[in-house]
């Protein structure tokens, strides 16, 4: 790779890496498989790092690259190793700061992947159905039954007095 | 408040809280780990990387022996041609009984994975030929092994090369072979059509290099270093015939050659500058470095010293003899390890004839079967200069490189001249994250996040050196 790739690269890294850290732990739901995904989906981007950087979309590759490698590595979890789908989440002794919503982490990670992505991308990433499904490499269909299936689930342990809702239009 | 942006809120704070720390470190790592990872891919030589063509292969009719080559042109760059394309080339192109016994060879394969074995009737040998010391040829076919299902798409697919219809094998055997004393030489694999190939052996010092009828080869024997540690190339032209090159590398033999590169120009323009596919095998090759310790080594041991065996793959790299560069290993000891596993790192500096240093850090897990797992955690090159022992060398090795599953274990590992007492690390606005007393001019510490720099001070406070961790040499820039 060029050195001004390179130094691309580096630049992108520097100003995503804590995006990326922040969305692939909401997906995964522990640190360590956070830093994993986020490694493999960013060496999967520097491999690509010319051709992507080109097309001027970076952010979106590597978001979609992090998604649908978290959904495959979870499949394969369940297929090869027969996982519950609660992972633990590694206590962070040097971090200090409780869990501000123990509830909403344990019903996110109750959530099959598919699910809990859809959840994720469109309540924390702001994604519409369609930015989402692009992400997720489904229709944006797909993702309107994730996310509501997603939203009944999380109801029962959501500490609001009433249920998200997904807005009429999108239901259709 | 609606419902959505409570849930939209709760997220934001969960990732907040629970979002890992930031790795300073990750693009030089990750660039590292791809290296690594395509050195691997190459072959069974742990070469150092190519500069790859990014593109995806062109569907090349394998049946017309006497087709003309294709050409497409793309965008920019030199015009894209299928270099495996045409009647057979070579001394032996004219010898049908070779070249049908040759095409009937079964393709045997290497390590794990599915192997390309082509049927016959798809199989063509782009080029046989007498070489010095042996026979070789080239040969092609469908591509039977193609990854499918998500490891098919090319946005995943680290191997864009293995998604090609066409997979190529090596033969080799002694001079004067018949077809059936050739052997397969290679690790078969799909192969990009448009990009020039070439094969090279440890033990004879030959080189084939496979380019289109009227492209102009070169090749470059190793990185040339100079004193202020600025690397270049020189580049020998190499005669072809039919767009091939046959060319002898000499000085020794038996050894690995991961510092030859051979360059291909068409019009004038660059379309390949990369490593030839090899057979060495780096394990079983002589071990002849001597390596000093700086700061006490290990007791001698039956067998070859691992250390050992690592410089003289480090003097395989230079593309210089054992005996022309000074080894010494600056530091070595154990840090933190992620699992029960003990892990060590170790700093390998290597002085070239010019007096520019190369230092290379390696992290190993050894495990209580015997098994041990490596990665490098850094290299660099440095001007001639102070001696080793009056520099400092900072080192963040993550061990192990994750693979999936397993979360790494940074470690900060800072060597200092003794006279050096502390380890005051810095972010990149020179504030200080903390502090480490060092032992011996050494100290293994976690690694804030952040981190930018090291000073180390004398007792007396005075500032001795300002050092950033090491990243990663790119011998191809």
Same mark, same amino acid.
């Given at each position: 790779?060029?050195a001004d790739?390179?130094r691309?690269?580096?630049?992108?890294?520097?100003?995503?890496?804590p995006?990326?850290?922040?969305?692939?732990?909401?997906?995964?739901?522990?640190r360590g498989?956070?830093?994993?995904?986020?490694?493999t989906a960013?060496?999967?981007?520097?491999?690509?790092?010319?051709?992507?950087s080109?097309?001027?979309?970076p952010?979106a590759?590597?978001?979609?690259?992090?998604v649908?490698?978290?959904?495959?590595?979870?499949?394969?979890?369940? $297929? +090869?190793?027969?996982?519950?789908?609660?992972l633990?989440?590694? &206590?962070? #002794? @040097?971090?200090?700061?409780?869990?501000?919503? =123990?509830?909403?982490s344990?019903?996110?990670?109750?959530l099959?992947?598919?699910?809990?992505?859809?959840?994720?991308?469109?309540f924390?990433?702001?994604?519409?159905?369609?930015?989402?499904?692009?992400?997720?490499?489904?229709?944006?269909?797909?993702?309107?039954?994730q $996310? +509501?299936?997603?939203?009944?689930?999380?109801?029962?342990?959501? &500490?609001? #007095? @009433?249920s998200?809702?997904?807005p009429a239009? =999108?239901?259709? | 408040?609606?419902?959505?942006?409570?849930?939209?809120?709760?997220?934001?704070?969960?990732?907040e809280?629970?979002?890992?720390?930031?790795?300073?470190?990750?693009?030089?790592?990750?660039?590292?780990?791809?290296?690594?990872?395509?050195?691997?891919r190459?072959?069974?030589?742990?070469?150092?990387?190519?500069?790859?063509?990014?593109?995806i292969?062109?569907p090349?009719?394998?049946s017309?022996?006497?087709?003309?080559?294709?050409?497409?042109?793309?965008?920019?760059?030199?015009?894209?041609?299928?270099?495996?394309?045409?009647?057979?080339?070579?001394?032996?192109?004219?010898?049908?009984?070779?070249l049908?016994?040759?095409?009937?060879l079964?393709?045997?394969?290497y390590?794990s994975?599915?192997?390309?074995?082509p049927?016959?009737?798809?199989?063509?040998?782009?080029?046989?030929?007498?070489?010095?010391g042996?026979?070789?040829?080239?040969?092609?076919?469908?591509n039977?092994?193609?990854?499918?299902?998500e490891?098919?798409?090319?946005?995943?697919?680290t191997?864009?090369?293995?998604l090609s219809?066409?997979a190529m094998l090596?033969?080799?055997?002694?001079?004067?072979?018949?077809?059936?004393?050739?052997?397969?030489?290679?690790?078969?694999?799909?192969?990009?059509?448009?990009?020039?190939?070439?094969?090279?052996?440890?033990?004879?010092?030959?080189?084939?290099?496979?380019?289109?009828?009227?492209?102009?080869?070169?090749?470059?024997?190793?990185?040339?270093?100079?004193a202020?540690a600025?690397?270049?190339?020189?580049?020998?032209?190499a005669?072809?015939t039919?767009?091939?090159?046959?060319?002898?590398?000499?000085?020794?033999?038996g050894?690995?050659?991961?510092?030859?590169?051979?360059?291909?120009l068409?019009?004038?323009?660059?379309?390949?500058?990369?490593?030839?596919?090899?057979?060495?095998?780096?394990?079983?090759?002589?071990v002849d470095?001597?390596v000093e310790?700086?700061?006490?080594?290990?007791?001698?041991s039956?067998?070859?010293?691992?250390v050992?065996?690592?410089?003289?793959?480090?003097?395989?790299?230079?593309g210089?003899?054992?005996?022309?560069?000074r080894?010494?290993?600056?530091?070595?000891?154990?840090?933190?390890?992620?699992?029960?596993r003990?892990?060590?790192?170790?700093?390998?500096?290597?002085?070239?004839?010019?007096g520019?240093?190369?230092?290379?850090?390696?992290?190993m897990?050894?495990?209580?079967?015997?098994?041990?797992?490596?990665?490098?955690?850094?290299?660099?090159?440095?001007?001639?200069?102070?001696?080793?022992?009056?520099?400092?060398f900072?080192?963040?090795?993550s061990?192990?490189?994750?693979?999936?599953?397993?979360?790494?274990?940074?470690?900060l590992v800072?060597?200092a001249?003794?006279?050096a007492?502390?380890?005051?690390?810095?972010?990149?606005?020179?504030?200080?994250?903390?502090s480490?007393?060092l032992?011996?001019?050494?100290?293994?510490?976690?690694?804030?996040?952040?981190?930018?720099?090291?000073?180390?001070?004398?007792?007396?406070?005075?500032v001795?050196?300002?050092?950033?961790?090491?990243?990663?040499?790119?011998?191809?820039?």
């Amino acid at each position: 790779m060029r050195a001004d790739d390179e130094r691309g690269f580096e630049d992108f890294v520097s100003d995503e890496q804590p995006a990326l850290l922040r969305l692939a732990v909401l997906l995964t739901g522990d640190r360590g498989h956070a830093e994993d995904l986020v490694q493999t989906a960013l060496l999967t981007t520097y491999r690509h790092w010319p051709r992507i950087s080109a097309a001027g979309r970076p952010t979106a590759y590597v978001r979609r690259v992090l998604v649908t490698s978290h959904i495959g590595w979870r499949r394969r979890l369940m $297929t +090869t190793e027969q996982v519950v789908d609660t992972l633990p989440d590694r &206590a962070d #002794p @040097a971090a200090g700061a409780p869990d501000p919503d =123990e509830a909403l982490s344990a019903a996110l990670r109750a959530l099959p992947p598919r699910m809990r992505a859809a959840v994720v991308l469109r309540f924390y990433a702001d994604l519409t159905e369609r930015q989402a499904a692009e992400v997720m490499g489904c229709s944006a269909s797909a993702v309107n039954t994730q $996310t +509501t299936r997603g939203l009944a689930r999380l109801r029962a342990v959501l &500490a609001t #007095p @009433a249920s998200p809702s997904v807005p009429a239009e =999108e239901l259709s | 408040m609606t419902t959505e942006a409570d849930l939209r809120e709760q997220l934001t704070r969960l990732a907040e809280a629970t979002a890992p720390r930031e790795d300073p470190f990750l693009a030089g790592r990750i660039a590292a780990l791809s290296r690594s990872r395509r050195r691997r891919r190459i072959g069974l030589t742990a070469l150092v990387a190519s500069v790859a063509a990014v593109v995806i292969a062109v569907p090349v009719v394998l049946s017309g022996s006497g087709a003309e080559p294709s050409r497409s042109a793309p965008a920019d760059g030199p015009t894209a041609v299928d270099v495996l394309a045409g009647p057979t080339r070579g001394s032996l192109a004219g010898d049908a009984a070779f070249l049908e016994g040759v095409r009937q060879l079964p393709w045997v394969g290497y390590g794990s994975g599915p192997v390309p074995d082509p049927p016959v009737d798809t199989r063509r040998v782009v080029w046989a030929g007498d070489v010095p010391g042996g026979r070789w040829a080239l040969v092609v076919g469908d591509n039977t092994a193609r990854p499918v299902g998500e490891e098919a798409d090319p946005e995943r697919q680290t191997d864009l090369d293995a998604l090609s219809d066409v997979a190529m094998l090596w033969f080799a055997g002694p001079p004067g072979a018949d077809a059936t004393q050739m052997g397969a030489a290679s690790v078969a694999h799909g192969v990009d059509v448009t990009r020039p190939v070439a094969f090279t052996t440890g033990t004879e010092g030959v080189m084939v290099v496979i380019a289109a009828p009227g492209d102009t080869v070169e090749f470059s024997r190793r990185p040339d270093v100079a004193a202020d540690a600025t690397v270049s190339r020189a580049w020998e032209p190499a005669g072809t015939t039919d767009g091939v090159a046959v060319l002898s590398l000499g000085e020794g033999s038996g050894e690995p050659r991961p510092a030859v590169r051979y360059r291909v120009l068409r019009d004038g323009a660059e379309v390949v500058v990369s490593v030839p596919e090899s057979f060495s095998a780096w394990g079983d090759a002589v071990v002849d470095a001597e390596v000093e310790w700086l700061r006490g080594g290990p007791e001698p041991s039956p067998g070859v010293d691992p250390v050992a065996r690592r410089a003289q793959q480090v003097s395989w790299l230079l593309g210089l003899p054992a005996d022309a560069v000074r080894f010494a290993v600056v530091w070595a000891g154990p840090v933190p390890s992620p699992d029960e596993r003990r892990a060590e790192v170790s700093l390998l500096a290597a002085t070239l004839p010019s007096g520019a240093v190369y230092l290379q850090a390696d992290a190993m897990l050894s495990a209580q079967d015997g098994s041990v797992a490596g990665a490098g955690c850094g290299s660099a090159l440095q001007a001639a200069g102070p001696p080793l022992a009056e520099r400092t060398f900072v080192l963040s090795c993550s061990l192990p490189f994750a693979e999936g599953g397993t979360p790494g274990r940074p470690s900060l590992v800072v060597v200092a001249p003794p006279s050096a007492t502390t380890a005051r690390l810095l972010d990149a606005d020179g504030e200080e994250l903390g502090s480490s007393p060092l032992r011996d001019g050494v100290v293994v510490a976690d690694v804030p996040a952040g981190l930018t720099t090291v000073q180390t001070l004398a007792a007396d406070g005075t500032v001795l050196a300002e050092t950033a961790p090491m990243g990663n040499v790119d011998w191809d820039e």
